[in-house]
């Protein structure tokens, strides 16, 4: 039996840090200063309806008309700017979509906003696309299934400054040949068409990847925010002057703050020192840190005064942009934020940030765990059953996976046979161990070893079957690949990888639906989310 959720315990490279936060130890608290039961009530202290509310509202109004907005989300800008709370989550700009943890993220999103506006608290949800990230070779990438759960990886030809904002880097030639081999494997479909409407030559990753998902939400009003926008940065110049008129203050603030974090045992994830500030600059197009050292700012080899670099962001904000720390209180300085879903990386980073949050805007907001999920096909379903794998075995299993399902597929009476053979060797050396016991103790030791050399070399002749069935049978061989394959690829959860649109594409619209009711769900853990 499949269990609907799995503890994050055996979930692979899971952090105390984030096992704690979930199961809110008293060691974590002090980190996170809100729970997710005061999310409603924070309306109440969380500023709404404001000026910078109505010039970021009149913002995603045009880019959100730019991709194609359906008139739901048009609706919900308005009453944005009318005075309506956010529930936020982001994501990369990944190729066709991203992996399929963004849409669980969108789904986090959607069923909290829901949940907030029933209880009579105006609430429209908002994705915030990481378009001035700069790691190209991280999102540009996308993994897709084929018909027969192989992995087919695809990347584009892309135009554009290595170092530069995604933002900034342009499809190339090649991409209708490449979105051709990627609708080739999704067959026939609604996001075949929105993949050649959004994915095309001349278009920057974000730009495509704003109208895929304008396309794939349209019916659930949820609102995208593109931060790299010469107006936002308008809006944001009276903030990133801040950050540098306080940037001593801190960086003082987050090195205590990782000091407390290493003290209680755990990681930080974002490394500070005494030269960080919270800010880049775009020189040439490239992103790069503003450092301070000895009472001046430095940008590349230019030195400035604090004063100048304040002269600077107020005259031309748009050459400025958040570090992975000032990113969030950006966030809910153009936003009326309520909560904001993360994934792990984002929850730990909410730990330090806590502080950055306190000195720039007196407030902090609350981050939420994102939905964690494998989704598993009718015919993954079928064979994990028939092989008896469980996930957890698939994520930490001991051997290999073709060498068990190989293993288990020896004959019945060869499996009975070896299973009899290391139950009689084991209760004949246990007789004679205590024979021996009686005999002469210091001989017990040689006896155990003598024991397990002759189970190792049982289990070894059983791994040799299973090897000559492995041979013989190429079927046994291409069902596990197809598990792992569909479930943990290239040893990675499955949410990580894949794309969200290979499994639109098969399951459609509804998809979305059964992403929204598991985390109304809001399993603590990951869940299994079975699919039909």
């Known amino acids: 039996m499949i269990p609907d959720c799995i503890p994050f315990?055996?979930?692979?490279?899971?952090?105390?840090?984030?096992?704690?936060?979930?199961?809110?130890?008293?060691?974590i608290r002090g980190f996170y200063p809100h729970s997710s039961d005061v999310i409603t009530s924070l309306a109440s202290v969380v500023?709404?309806?404001?000026?910078?509310?109505r010039r970021v509202a009149a913002v995603l109004e045009r880019q959100n008309r730019t991709w194609g907005a359906s008139e739901s989300v048009l609706r919900n800008i308005q009453r944005l700017r009318e005075g309506a709370h956010a529930v936020v989550t982001g994501q990369q700009v990944g190729l066709f979509g991203g992996p399929v943890l963004a849409f669980m993220k969108v789904a986090s999103a959607l069923a909290l906003a829901r949940q907030v506006e029933a209880s009579g608290v105006p609430c429209v949800p908002v994705f915030w696309m990481a378009s001035e990230d700069h790691d190209l070779a991280e999102v540009n990438q996308a993994l897709l299934l084929t018909h027969d759960f192989n992995l087919v990886g695809f990347g584009a030809e892309t135009q554009g400054r290595k170092g530069s904002p995604v933002a900034?880097?342009?499809?190339?030639?090649?991409?209708?040949?490449?979105?051709?081999?990627?609708?080739?494997?999704?067959?026939?479909?609604?996001?075949?068409?929105?993949?050649?409407?959004?994915?095309?030559?001349?278009?920057?990753?974000?730009?495509?990847?704003?109208?895929?998902?304008?396309r794939l939400f349209a019916d659930h009003g949820l609102i995208i925010l593109d931060p790299a926008d010469e107006e936002l940065h308008r809006v944001a110049a009276p903030l990133f002057a801040d950050a540098i008129r306080h940037a001593p203050e801190l960086d003082e603030a987050l090195l205590e703050r990782n000091r407390k974090l290493r003290e209680a045992g755990y990681h930080e994830q974002v490394k500070v020192t005494d030269l960080s500030t919270p800010l880049f600059?775009?020189?040439?197009?490239?992103?790069?840190?503003?450092?301070?050292?000895?009472?001046?700012?430095?940008?590349?080899?230019?030195?400035?005064?604090?004063?100048?670099?304040?002269?600077?962001?107020?005259?031309?904000?748009?050459?400025?942009?958040?570090?992975?720390?000032?990113?969030?209180?950006l966030q809910d300085y153009w936003l009326p934020t309520l909560a904001y879903f993360g994934g792990p990386a984002e929850v730990a980073y909410f730990a330090q940030?806590?502080?950055?949050?306190?000195k720039l805007l007196g407030r902090v907001t609350p981050v939420l765990a994102r939905m964690s999920a494998t989704l598993i096909e009718p015919r993954i379903e079928h064979l994990l059953e028939k092989y008896a794998v469980d996930?957890?075995?698939?994520?930490?299993?001991?051997?290999?996976?073709?060498?068990?399902?190989?293993?288990?597929?020896?004959?019945?009476?060869?499996?009975?046979?070896?299973?009899?053979?290391?139950?009689?060797?084991e209760e004949a050396m246990q007789r004679i161990s205590e024979s021996l016991a009686?005999?002469?103790?210091?001989?017990?030791?040689?006896?155990?070893?003598?024991?397990?050399?002759?189970?190792?070399?049982?289990?070894?002749l059983e791994r040799r079957a299973a090897a000559a069935e492995l041979r013989r049978n190429e079927v046994i061989a291409r069902h596990a690949a197809q598990i792992e394959n569909s479930l943990y690829p290239r040893k990675t959860l499955q949410e990580r990888v894949i794309s969200g649109i290979y499994f639109y594409a098969k399951y459609g619209p509804k998809l979305i639906d059964t992403l929204i009711e598991a985390a109304n769900a809001r399993c603590p853990d990951h869940r299994v989310i079975r699919l039909d």
């Open 9 to 27: 315990s055996s979930i692979p490279h899971t952090t105390k840090l984030f096992s704690d936060y979930l199961s809110q130890a008293p060691a």
């Open 353 to 358: 940030v806590a502080v950055v949050y306190q």
């Open 391 to 425: 996930l957890p075995d698939l994520f930490h299993g001991e051997c290999e996976l073709r060498d068990c399902i190989a293993t288990r597929s020896l004959p019945a009476q060869l499996k009975d046979d070896f299973l009899k053979g290391k139950l009689a060797a």
């Open 168 to 214: 900034n880097i342009r499809l190339a030639e090649g991409t209708g040949d490449l979105v051709s081999q990627a609708v080739d494997i999704l067959g026939d479909s609604l996001p075949s068409d929105f993949l050649r409407e959004s994915y095309r030559e001349g278009e920057t990753l974000s730009t495509a990847y704003a109208r895929l998902y304008t």
């Open 281 to 329: 600059a775009l020189v040439d197009g490239v992103r790069v840190p503003v450092h301070r050292a000895n009472g001046q700012f430095s940008i590349g080899t230019e030195r400035l005064s604090s004063d100048e670099l304040i002269r600077r962001i107020e005259s031309r904000p748009q050459d400025f942009n958040a570090n992975v720390l000032l990113r969030p209180v």
């Open 47 to 53: 500023p709404s309806g404001t000026e910078i509310h």
């Open 438 to 460: 009686r005999l002469d103790p210091t001989l017990v030791r040689a006896s155990n070893r003598a024991a397990s050399k002759m189970l190792y070399q049982v289990n070894r």
